[in-house]
C-alpha cells in the first residue's frame, strides 16, 4: 500500500489544479521561502480530516480557499484528493485502488467524498485507524514534530507508539464500551430507584389491604352494640325528665313570697341613700381643695431643692475655673521662649544658603558649557552616520539587483513556450462554461422569485402568530393571577368561617354556652363578634382586647345569672362575660373622679409625645349598645408607632397601657406581650366583618374570572388554526433549491474566471518576459560599474567616522564628572531649605498657639463672672421657697381636720343602708338558690331533651334508624358505664386503625403485577453491567499485550539507530513506568551523548534533539511502516555533516 497521487484544486496558494505523482522511491518538493511547499503538506493534513485551523495556520477553515490577487479573483471552492494504491489489502475495502476527497465552500458547506462518493469524516478515520495515516500520525513528520516528541507531554508522544501498535482500534471500543457502562449504571440506579418506591408502595398496599378487613369486622359487631345501648339510654333519659318537672313547680311557689318581701325593703333604703348623697359631695370638695394644697408644697420643696443644687454646682465651677487660669498663662511663657530660639536658628540657615546658592551657579554654567561641546561633535557623527549608511544600503541594493537579474534572465525563454500551449487549451473549456453558466441563471431567478414570495407568507403569519401568543400570555398571566386571587380569597372565607364555627381559641364553658339554648334563647355573641376596625389599627387593638375578645356579651343580669348556673350545674368549666351600657353603667364614685382628675392632665401629656398615634377607643366600630363596654375596657390604652416608643412611654406613665401597629402590648401593671407579628387578617377582632366583606367582593371576582377564560379560549382557537409548519417546510425545499443551483454557478463560475484570469496572466507574461530580456543585459553591465566605486568610497569614509567617535567620547565623559558635582552641591542646598522651612513652620505653629491660650483665658475669666453673679442670685429664690412651702402646711392641717369631722358624719349613716342592704341581701340569695334550683331544672330538662334528639340524630345519621322508646325490664340493673366501655373501645380500635382504604385490595394487585415487571428489568441491567466489564477486561488485556510487544521492538530499534546517528558509546534508552497501567503510563526518553549527562532531553542542543526525534520517529517505521511518509524541513536544526 503506498500514495500514488495528490490533486489540489483552489486550496490556500494553488489557484490552479494541480497533479503531484508519487513513484516509487524518494519525491522531493524543492523551492524558495514562501513559494507553497508546506501548503503541501497543510493539503494532505486537511484532506486527512484535520478539524483544528490553526494546525493549518489560519484563524478560520475558510480561509483555506484562495482569496484571490491583484490579478486573479478569489475562488469559491477548495478541493484536495489522495489516491492510495490498496494492492496489498491493508486497508477494510474491497478497492484495489482508493481516492478521498475533501471539499470546502465559501458558504461554510463541507464534504468528505471516498471513491467520488459522499461520506463522513468518521468512515475516513475508521478506513485509515491503526494503518499509520492519519492527521496526527507519523507520517507526516515536520520540525515542529521534533518538540512535540521531545516535550514533557506524554500524550502526544504516547499516540505514535499506539499507532504502531495498533491498539487505537481496542481504545475507541474500550471507550465506547465504557460509555455504554455508564448508560447501564444510570438505567440501573434509575429502575433502582423506581423498584425501591414501588416496593414500598406494596407493603404499604398490603397492609392497607389488612386493616380494610378488620375495619368491616369491628363496624358490625360496633353497629349491634350501639343500637341496643342508644334504646337503653332513651328510656332512662325519658324517666328523669318527668321527675325533674315536678321538683320544678314547688321552688317557682316559695321565690314568689321572698321577691314580694325584698320590694319592701328596697323603697326604704332609698329614702335614707339620697342624705347620704349630699354628705358625700361634700367630703369630695374637701378632699380636692386638700389635694390641690399637697401639690402647692410638692412644688414649693422642688424649686427648692433645685436652687440649692445649683448653687452647690456653681461653687464647684468657679475653683476650677481658677486653676484652668493659672494653667494657660504657664503655657504662654513657655510659647514665647521657643519663639525666641526659632529665630536664631532661621538667621543661621539663611546665611548657609546663599553660599550654597552661589556654588550652584557656578557649577551650572560649567555643566552648559560642557553640554554644548558635547552636542556639537554628537551632530557632527550623525551626519557621518547617516552617509555611510546611505552608501552601504546602496552597495547592497545594487548587489541584489545583479543577483535578481541573472535569475531572471535564465527564466524568462521558459515561460513564454509553456504560456502559448496553455492559452489553446484554456479557450476551448471556456466556451463550454458559458453556456452552462446561462441555463443555470435563469433557474435561479425563478427560484429566487418563488422563495421571496415564500418568506413573505411565513413571516406574515409568524407575526401574527407572535401577536396572538404573546396576547395569550397576558391573558393566561391574568387567568392565574385571578385564580390565585379567589382561591385565597375561598380559603380566607373557609378559614375564617372555620374559626367562627369552631369557637377557635374559646375556653371549653364559653363552647358550651354558645353551642346550647337551654340558658338563653336570645342570639349569642363574644365581643370579638361586635366590633371592627380600620386593616391598619386592627393588630394594636387586637393585642389590647386579646384577653377579653371570647367574652361572653350579656344584655341583662338573669341572663347572667342563667348562665352562671348552667356551667355550675353542667360542671361545663368557666366562662367570662360583659353586660351591655343599659344594665352596667360605671359609678363616678370620689376615688374615680380623683383618678380622672389625676390622668386628664397625663392624657395631654401623653397626646404630645413622640410616636404617639391615638387612642384605641376611638378607632372601635361598632353598635351604639356596645359603644361603652369597648371604652371601659380599652380606657387609657394608647397606640404608638414602635416597641421602643411604647417601653419608653410605660415607664414613663405609670395607670396606662400602651400597644404598637405590629401587635406589641404592655399593660399599666408592666405585662408585655409579644413577638413574631401575625396578619391582619388573621386577627381574632374584627372577623365577622372581614369575613362578610370578602363574600361581597366574591362574586364580583368570579364575574371577571368567567370573562377572562372566555377570552383565553378564544385567542387559543384562534391561534391553533395557524400552522407554520407548511410554509416552514416550503421554503426550506425552495431554499435548498436555491443553493444547489448557486453552487453550481459558484464552480462554473469559478472554473470560467480561472480559466480567463490563467489566459490573460499568460498573455501579459509573454509580453513581459520579451521586453524585460532586452534590458537585463544593460543593466547588468552598468550595475557592476557602479558597485565598484561604491566599495572604494564606503573604506574612505569608515576611517573618518572611527576618528570622530574618539572625540565623542572624551567629550562625554567631561560632562558627567560636570554633572556629578553639580548634584551634590544640589542636594545639600535642598537640605538647608528643607530645614529653615521646617523652622518657619514650627514658629507658625508656636503663634497660633499663644492665640488659642488668650482665648482661652479670656473665657475662663468670662465663665467666673458669670458663674459668681448667678450664686448671688440664687439667695433670695432659696428664700421665697421655703417661705411658701411653710404657709401651705398650716393650710393642708386645716382643710385635714374639716375633712375628719365630715367623714364621722358620712360613717354613722353609711351603717345604716349596711343594715338594710344586708338584710335584702340574705333574702336575695334565699330568692337565688331557689332560682338556681329552678334554672338547673330548666337546664337538666334542656340537657335531657338535647341528649335525646343527639342520641336520635347520632343513630339516623351513623345507621339510618329511626330510635323509638322501649320498655325494659333489666333498666334499673343494667350497667350503662360497662355497655359505653365496650363502644367506646370498639370505636378506638377504629380509629387507631387510621385511614381505611377500602380499594386497597386491588390497588395492591396492580402494584404488586408492576413491582415482579420491574424487578425483571432490573435483574437483566445487572447482567448487562457484568457483560461489559467483561469486555472492558478482555480489550484491556489485548491491548496492553500488543502496545508492550510493540514497544520493546521499537526500544530496541531507538538503541541501534541512535548508536550509528551519534557515535559510538553514546547512551539512549526507552522507559516507561511499570508500576502503571502500560496504557497510560508515561513514556521517558533517555539520551545522553558521550561526554555529556544531561538531567533533561530538554537540555540537548537543537541538533541533538533532531537526531534524536529522527532516530526514534525511524524505530516507529522499522516495527509498522506508514504508507507514506513527509518530511518536511526536518533537517534545517542540522548542519551539513549530519545532512550528509
Known amino acids: 500500500m503506498h500514495l500514488s497521487k495528490l490533486e489540489i484544486f483552489g486550496f490556500k496558494s494553488f ?29 494532505i493534513r486537511w484532506c486527512l480530516g484535520e478539524q483544528k485551523s490553526g494546525a493549518l495556520r489560519s484563524d478560520k477553515m475558510e480561509n483555506v480557499i484562495f482569496n484571490g490577487t491583484s490579478n486573479k479573483k478569489p475562488m469559491g471552492m477548495a478541493e484536495v484528493s489522495l489516491t492510495i494504491q490498496n494492492d496489498k489489502g491493508i486497508l477494510p475495502t474491497e478497492y484495489s485502488e482508493v481516492t478521498i476527497s475533501r471539499r470546502i465552500f465559501r458558504s461554510g458547506e463541507s464534504e468528505y467524498l471516498l471513491n467520488k462518493n459522499i461520506c463522513r469524516l468518521k468512515d475516513i478515520t475508521n478506513l485509515f485507524m491503526d494503518t499509520g495515516i492519519g492527521t496526527n500520525a507519523y507520517s507526516v513528520i515536520e520540525l515542529k514534530m521534533v518538540e512535540t516528541i521531545l516535550s514533557n507531554k506524554a500524550d502526544e508522544r504516547r499516540t505514535m507508539f499506539e499507532e504502531a501498535a495498533g491498539v487505537n482500534k481496542y481504545k475507541l471500543r474500550r471507550r465506547l464500551a465504557l460509555k455504554k457502562l455508564d448508560e447501564v449504571k444510570v438505567d440501573l440506579s434509575r429502575v433502582n430507584d423506581i423498584v425501591t418506591e414501588v416496593e414500598k408502595k406494596v407493603n404499604s398496599l398490603g397492609r392497607q389491604a389488612k386493616k380494610a378487613e378488620r375495619y368491616t369486622n369491628i363496624s358490625a359487631t360496633l353497629r349491634e352494640l350501639e343500637i341496643d345501648f342508644a334504646e337503653r339510654e332513651l328510656s332512662l333519659f325519658s324517666k328523669q325528665k318527668e321527675d325533674i318537672s315536678n321538683r320544678k313547680e314547688s321552688n317557682f311557689k316559695q321565690k314568689l313570697n321572698l321577691e314580694s318581701e325584698i320590694s319592701k325593703l328596697t323603697d326604704e333604703l332609698k329614702g335614707v341613700k339620697s342624705s347620704l348623697h349630699e354628705i358625700e359631695n361634700n367630703l369630695q370638695e374637701k378632699r380636692d381643695e386638700i389635694t390641690s394644697v399637697t401639690e402647692k408644697i410638692y412644688n414649693s420643696q422642688k424649686q427648692l431643692s433645685v436652687a440649692e443644687g445649683r448653687r452647690n454646682s456653681l461653687e464647684d465651677n468657679i475653683d476650677k475655673y481658677h486653676q484652668e487660669l493659672e494653667e494657660l498663662n504657664h503655657q504662654v511663657r513657655d510659647t514665647d521662649n521657643f519663639i525666641e530660639e526659632s529665630k536664631k536658628k532661621v538667621e543661621d540657615f539663611s546665611n548657609q544658603i546663599l553660599e550654597k546658592q552661589e556654588e550652584n551657579n ?12 558635547l552636542e556639537n561633535k554628537r551632530k557632527i557623527l550623525n551626519v557621518k552616520n547617516d552617509s555611510l549608511l546611505e552608501k552601504f544600503k546602496e552597495l547592497t541594493n545594487k548587489e541584489n539587483d545583479l543577483s535578481n537579474i541573472e535569475k531572471t534572465l535564465a527564466e524568462k525563454n521558459k515561460i513564454i513556450s509553456e504560456r502559448d500551449n496553455k492559452i489553446w487549451s484554456l479557450t ?3 466556451a463550454k462554461t458559458v453556456g452552462f453558466i446561462e441555463q443555470l441563471q435563469n433557474e435561479k431567478d425563478l427560484a429566487q422569485k418563488n422563495l421571496e414570495e415564500a418568506e413573505s407568507d411565513y413571516l406574515k403569519e409568524q407575526e401574527r402568530k407572535n401577536d396572538l401568543e404573546n396576547e395569550l400570555n397576558k391573558l393566561k398571566d391574568e387567568e392565574l393571577n385571578r385564580k390565585s386571587l379567589i382561591n385565597s380569597m375561598k380559603d380566607k372565607i373557609t378559614f375564617i368561617q372555620s374559626l367562627i364555627d369552631n369557637l377557635d381559641g374559646v375556653s371549653k364553658g364559653t363552647k358550651a354556652l354558645i353551642s346550647d339554648n337551654e340558658w338563653t334563647k336570645k342570639e349569642k355573641r363574644l365581643l370579638a363578634q361586635v366590633g371592627t376596625s380600620n386593616e391598619k389599627y386592627r393588630l394594636a387593638i387586637d393585642a389590647a382586647l386579646r384577653n377579653n375578645l371570647n367574652n361572653i356579651l350579656i344584655d341583662s343580669v338573669s341572663e347572667l345569672k342563667n348562665a352562671i348556673n348552667y356551667l355550675k350545674s353542667n360542671s361545663a368549666g368557666r366562662a367570662a362575660f360583659y353586660l351591655s351600657d343599659g344594665e352596667h353603667s360605671s359609678k363616678n364614685n370620689l376615688w374615680t373622679k380623683l383618678n380622672n382628675f389625676t390622668n386628664n392632665r397625663k392624657i395631654k401629656k401623653i397626646q404630645n409625645e413622640q410616636g404617639f398615634i391615638g387612642w384605641s377607643k376611638d378607632y372601635i366600630e361598632t353598635e351604639r349598645k356596645w359603644k361603652g363596654l369597648f371604652n371601659r375596657i380599652l380606657n387609657n390604652v394608647a397606640i404608638v408607632d414602635s416597641l421602643d416608643n411604647m417601653i419608653r412611654l410605660s415607664t414613663k406613665y405609670s395607670g396606662f397601657s400602651f400597644s404598637t401597629l405590629e401587635g406589641d402590648f404592655i399593660d399599666n401593671s408592666g405585662l408585655v406581650e409579644s413577638g413574631s407579628s401575625t396578619q391582619a387578617d388573621n386577627s381574632l377582632f374584627g372577623r365577622m366583618q372581614l369575613l362578610e366583606d370578602l363574600k361581597k367582593d366574591f362574586p364580583a371576582e368570579e364575574k371577571k374570572l368567567f370573562e377572562i377564560s372566555n377570552k383565553v379560549e378564544e385567542t387559543e382557537n384562534e391561534l391553533n388554526s395557524i400552522d407554520l409548519k407548511i410554509l416552514s417546510d416550503k421554503g426550506k425545499i425552495l431554499v435548498n433549491d436555491l443553493a444547489n443551483v448557486d453552487k453550481q454557478i459558484s464552480q462554473f463560475e469559478f472554473e470560467k474566471s480561472k480559466a480567463d484570469d490563467e489566459i490573460e496572466a499568460a498573455r501579459k507574461e509573454i509580453q513581459k518576459t ?23 568610497n564606503k573604506n574612505a569614509e569608515d576611517e573618518a567616522k572611527q576618528l570622530l567617535e574618539n572625540e565623542f567620547k572624551e567629550s562625554e565623559e567631561k560632562l558627567n564628572e560636570s554633572l556629578k558635582n553639580q548634584n551634590k552641591i544640589r542636594i545639600e542646598l535642598e537640605k538647608l531649605l528643607a530645614e529653615r522651612k521646617n523652622v518657619d513652620n514650627a514658629i507658625d505653629r508656636a503663634y497660633n498657639t499663644l492665640k488659642n491660650l488668650d482665648n482661652s483665658i479670656n473665657k475662663r475669666e468670662e465663665d467666673i463672672n458669670s458663674a459668681t453673679n448667678e450664686k448671688a442670685s440664687l439667695f433670695n429664690v432659696i428664700e421665697d421657697s421655703q417661705r411658701e412651702a411653710e404657709e401651705n402646711e398650716i393650710i393642708k392641717t386645716k382643710f385635714q381636720e374639716e375633712e375628719s369631722q365630715i367623714n364621722s358624719k358620712y360613717k354613722s349613716i353609711q351603717s345604716v343602708i349596711n343594715e338594710k342592704e344586708n338584710k335584702i341581701d340574705e333574702l336575695r340569695k334565699e330568692r337565688e338558690i331557689l332560682t338556681d334550683e329552678i334554672h338547673k331544672s330548666d337546664l337538666r330538662l334542656s340537657e335531657i331533651e338535647m341528649k335525646i334528639d343527639n342520641l336520635k340524630e347520632h343513630i339516623k345519621e351513623n345507621y339510618s334508624l329511626t330510635l323509638v322508646k322501649k320498655e325494659f325490664d333489666d333498666l334499673d340493673t343494667f350497667n350503662f358505664n360497662e355497655r359505653e366501655n365496650e363502644v367506646l373501645e370498639l370505636k378506638q380500635k377504629i380509629k387507631l386503625l387510621g385511614p381505611i382504604n377500602l380499594l386497597a385490595y386491588s390497588e395492591y394487585e396492580e402494584e404488586k403485577e408492576r413491582f415482579d415487571f420491574l424487578s425483571k428489568q432490573r435483574n437483566d441491567l445487572i447482567e448487562s453491567e457484568k ?18 510487544e510493540t514497544f520493546e521492538k521499537i526500544r530496541t530499534n531507538f538503541i541501534k539507530i541512535f548508536g550509528s546517528l551519534f557515535n559510538p558509546g553514546d547512551e539512549a534508552d526507552l522507559k516507561i513506568d511499570e508500576s502503571e497501567d502500560p496504557l497510560e503510563a508515561k513514556i521517558e526518553i533517555i539520551a545522553k551523548p558521550r561526554g555529556k549527562r544531561p538531567t533533561s532531553i530538554e537540555l540537548l542542543s537543537g541538533g541533538e534533539k533532531t537526531l534524536t526525534a529522527i532516530a526514534l520517529l525511524f524505530s516507529i517505521y522499522l516495527v509498522k511502516p506508514s504508507p507514506f511518509c513527509i518530511l518536511d524541513e526536518i533537517d534545517a536544526p542540522l548542519d551539513d555533516a549530519n545532512i550528509d
Not at 489557484?15 to 493539503?43: M, R, Y
Not at 543585459?777 to 552598468?782: F, R
Open 770 to 792: 520579451a521586453q524585460i530580456s532586452n534590458k537585463l543585459d544593460e543593466e547588468k553591465t552598468e550595475l557592476q560599474s557602479q558597485i565598484d566605486l561604491l566599495k572604494e
Open 428 to 430: 476551448n473549456k471556456i
Open 362 to 373: 557656578n557649577s551650572e554654567s560649567v555643566v552648559n558649557s560642557a553640554k554644548e561641546e
Open 1027 to 1044: 457483560d461489559i466489564i467483561k469486555t472492558i477486561e478482555e480489550i484491556n488485556n489485548t491491548a496492553k499485550h500488543l502496545f508492550s
Open 15 to 43: 489557484a490552479q489544479k494541480t497533479v503531484i505523482n508519487f513513484n516509487a522511491g524518494v519525491t522531493s518538493i524543492v523551492g524558495p521561502n514562501g513559494c507553497g511547499k508546506t501548503n503541501i503538506v497543510d493539503a
